[in-house]
């Protein structure tokens, strides 16, 4: 048998070696790009650490709750950081970046505060005059490059990202059978897990923001917007079809996750109410459907039919576009609470019926019948008694909180 190759295989042969030879190339420049970035983010770590952290706590200029509130876990990420750099600047890439993630607590930690950490910031820089100062004074310096204290607090979830892209692009030009492979791809998998933990909070954070925005333009304090598990979704103006075939009325609405909020405009008499808004009605989205209704408007918008167990509401929008928008955001708004009230209604099914064999419910009902028959005789052979009135307890008066409750669980259309 003859193993001298076929006219084909050393050009294949080379371009295999060309292509390995190309993944070698990028993951040397990653690698490199990697090492000179982290030397440059380990520098900006250490400044916060020394000139803040350091200085703060040796001079006492604000109380330890609050300096751990601003700071958090900077220092152990830093100290993390430096044993990760010493791995990367050797060449232990595998080794060190798996190390590491085994540190992504701290990450998790500084993460989930920094929301936190700004407002405290800025509180204290408020108030703070001695910490004022201090900060000037600390970011004047020719090491900190004009940079402010808010953007060094920063630089973990910009780290984080940047590893993510880092990794990603490296598993990408290593082959699977390389030592260092699954080293990476377990560094991968924990990074991406804390880059999605960040979007998750600003997502979160963002939408808390929303939330108190609505709320301030609320006049009073009746209407709740601020609730757990509320998500904002749109809002605008749409005018309401009366059903006695009335001049139909502009009406703001706002649109969250479990309902539909409408409101009307403030008298402008009032200098402190004329730019906010009172709430009408409030519409749970739970079993309600909506459907598009065409050639009202001559082709230049239409109406929204809405159909709550209680109520109706026909909407209209002159604007194409508009009333679209609108309508693929109610349609999905519905989708996902009526799937999330299926899911619970289904799970609480499970809870109150424990599943039990046929044998089980056959040998309970015989046990049942034998307890019965003797409890029968039993009461035969004892002398009998004169019957005796059963007492029955007062029905329990409701207080008018559990009385709202219970009012607002059954209408479909709170009206406000």
């Not at 604000?62 to 600047?89: G, M, P, Y």
């Not at 970011?139 to 940079?147: A, D, G, T, V």
């Not at 808004?277 to 909506?290: G, N």
């Not at 009461?379 to 005796?388: A, D, F, N």
Request: one cysteine or more; proline letters at 4%; charged letters at 25%.
């Amino acid at each position: 048998m003859s193993f001298l190759p076929r006219p084909l295989d050393p050009l294949g042969c080379s371009s295999v070696q060309e292509q390995r030879d190309l993944w070698q190339r990028k993951f040397c420049r990653i690698a490199k790009e990697m090492v000179q970035t982290e030397q440059r983010y380990c520098q900006k770590l250490e400044l916060v650490s020394t000139f803040f952290v350091d200085i703060l706590k040796a001079k006492g200029t604000l109380r330890s709750d609050i300096r751990e509130d601003i700071f958090c876990s900077i220092k152990a990420i830093l100290s993390v950081n430096q044993t990760l750099l010493i791995h990367l600047e050797n060449g232990y890439l595998g080794k060190g970046l798996d190390q590491f993630s085994t540190h992504m607590h701290h990450y998790y930690t500084y993460v989930d505060n920094i929301y936190k950490a700004q407002k405290v910031l800025q509180m204290q820089l408020k108030k703070n005059k001695a910490f004022r100062r201090f900060k000037k004074l600390q970011e004047s310096r020719p090491e900190f490059n004009n940079q402010k204290l808010e953007d060094l607090l920063q630089l973990p979830l910009q780290r984080i990202d940047q590893y993510k892209h880092f990794l990603q692009d490296l598993t990408a030009n290593i082959s699977v059978d390389h030592p260092e492979y699954e080293q990476l791809l377990r560094a991968v998998t924990v990074v991406c897990e804390v880059s999605q933990r960040i979007d998750d909070n600003t997502r979160h954070h963002e939408n808390h923001l929303e939330l108190c925005r609505v709320q301030k333009l609320l006049k009073g304090r009746k209407m709740k917007v601020l609730a757990p598990g509320r998500w904002y979704i749109c809002e605008g103006w749409l005018k309401v079809v009366p059903p006695k075939g009335a001049e139909a009325k502009p009406k703001m609405f706002f649109l969250f996750s479990d309902m539909l909020l409408q409101v009307k405009r403030c008298s402008s008499l009032h200098s402190t109410s004329g730019q906010k808004f009172t709430a009408e009605h409030a519409y749970p989205l739970q079993d309600c459907t909506v459907e598009k209704v065409f050639g009202h408007t001559r082709s230049q918008g239409g109406l929204l039919t809405l159909t709550f167990p209680r109520a109706n509401l026909l909407l209209m929008s002159s604007n194409q576009e508009n009333l679209n928008d609108w309508y693929q955001s109610l349609s999905s708004a519905i989708r996902k609470q009526n799937s999330k009230q299926t899911a619970i209604y289904q799970r609480d099914e499970l809870c109150r019926r424990p599943l039990r064999s046929a044998a089980d419910r056959h040998n309970t009902a015989n046990a049942a019948s034998r307890k019965r028959n003797m409890l029968t005789a039993e009461i035969s052979e004892l002398p009998q008694e004169p019957p005796v009135e059963q007492e029955y307890s007062a029905p329990k008066r409701m207080k008018p909180s559990d009385a709202s409750e219970q009012s607002a669980e059954t209408s479909s259309c709170v009206i406000l």
